[in-house]
């Protein structure tokens, strides 16, 4: 197949980035068709995708991701189409001067995976990244309470970071294993010195169960959920301690901020 001319090419790349802008038309158009036909082995989608790989990077990320295996298989079809358009593009790259040969197979590649994440993204029923926060989620939880949700009032204990006046409570549905604390009043806590931990105390287990590390804000108030890292059974007492940056695994006790006794609440 004879090379296409450097003249040439260089005015089809032209026409097809207007193309892939939306600005071709009338002679334009026409000389554009007119020269696809008189050169058939130029890559005439190689703008096109080009302009799909920049609008990846404008797409949502992350909150709207394609499921993994969804993914795989987008990743999978992408490969498919490529084989068939590479098949033209290396006569592209036969051109001393067309370097194509390196850079277009990425192209391709990051074009048709673009392609299928703009479609992924806009596809009928996609809904936008969530934007709820945790006290939406526990207002929620109140409106909508499962039939087991109990509330137990918080306790102070004696230790330097609870004030003197604290109010709140925890919020535990047992059959949804699911939960909130909350609190007023109890004293902010530097994170990089010591961070607050929940325990929830079961009565089929030996240790308590870690409920997750947890900071409070500058206010002393703060929402946050139960993150219990088992499955609790018998849930006797919620207890929120004073540990060490991060947490600890086994807590000493020593410093017993806030407790809330189930069925004293």
């Given at each position: 197949?004879?090379?296409?001319?450097?003249h040439?090419?260089?005015?089809?790349?032209?026409?097809?980035?207007?193309?892939?802008?939306?600005?071709?038309?009338?002679?334009?158009?026409?000389?554009?068709?007119?020269?696809?036909?008189?050169?058939?082995?130029?890559?005439a989608?190689?703008?096109?995708?080009?302009a799909?790989?920049?609008?990846?990077?404008i797409?949502?990320?992350?909150?709207?991701?394609?499921?993994?295996?969804?993914?795989?298989?987008?990743l999978?079809?992408?490969?498919?189409?490529?084989?068939?358009?590479l098949g033209r593009?290396?006569?592209?790259?036969q051109s001393?001067?067309?370097?194509?040969?390196?850079?277009l197979?990425?192209?391709?590649?990051?074009?048709?995976?673009?392609?299928?994440a703009?479609?992924?993204?806009?596809?009928?029923?996609?809904?936008t990244?969530?934007?709820?926060?945790?006290?939406q989620?526990?207002d929620?939880?109140?409106q909508?309470?499962?039939?087991?949700?109990?509330?137990?009032?918080?306790?102070?204990?004696?230790?330097?970071?609870?004030?003197?006046?604290?109010s709140?409570?925890?919020?535990w549905?047992?059959?949804?294993?699911k939960?909130?604390m909350?609190?007023s009043g109890?004293?902010?806590?530097?994170p990089?010195?010591?961070?607050?931990?929940?325990?929830?105390?079961?009565?089929?287990?030996?240790?308590?169960v870690?409920?997750?590390?947890?900071?409070?804000d500058?206010e002393?108030?703060a929402?946050?959920?139960?993150?219990?890292?088992?499955?609790v059974?018998?849930?006797?007492?919620?207890?929120?301690?004073?540990?060490?940056?991060?947490?600890?695994?086994?807590s000493?006790?020593?410093?017993?901020a806030?407790?809330?006794p189930?069925?004293?609440?």
């Amino acid at each position: 197949m004879s090379r296409t001319p450097d003249h040439i090419t260089d005015r089809i790349l032209d026409l097809l980035a207007d193309r892939a802008l939306g600005e071709l038309q009338g002679e334009d158009a026409a000389e554009l068709d007119r020269l696809l036909r008189e050169h058939p082995g130029f890559n005439a989608d190689t703008m096109d995708f080009a302009a799909a790989a920049a609008a990846l990077s404008i797409c949502p990320t992350a909150d709207d991701a394609p499921p993994p295996a969804l993914r795989s298989k987008l990743l999978a079809d992408a490969a498919a189409r490529n084989n068939m358009k590479l098949g033209r593009a290396e006569a592209q790259s036969q051109s001393p001067r067309n370097t194509s040969g390196a850079w277009l197979p990425w192209v391709l590649a990051a074009a048709s995976i673009a392609l299928a994440a703009i479609a992924w993204v806009n596809r009928p029923g996609a809904t936008t990244p969530s934007t709820t926060t945790i006290a939406q989620q526990l207002d929620d939880f109140e409106q909508h309470p499962p039939a087991d949700l109990v509330r137990i009032a918080w306790a102070g204990q004696p230790d330097p970071l609870v004030t003197e006046v604290l109010s709140g409570e925890v919020l535990w549905s047992q059959t949804e294993q699911k939960g909130y604390m909350k609190f007023s009043g109890l004293r902010v806590n530097d994170p990089t010195i010591e961070q607050y931990q929940l325990w929830i105390f079961d009565g089929s287990r030996e240790h308590p169960v870690d409920g997750g590390v947890f900071d409070i804000d500058d206010e002393g108030n703060a929402i946050i959920p139960i993150d219990a890292k088992l499955a609790v059974r018998q849930p006797t007492l919620f207890a929120v301690t004073v540990e060490k940056p991060g947490g600890v695994v086994v807590s000493s006790k020593e410093r017993i901020a806030v407790v809330a006794p189930v069925g004293q609440g």
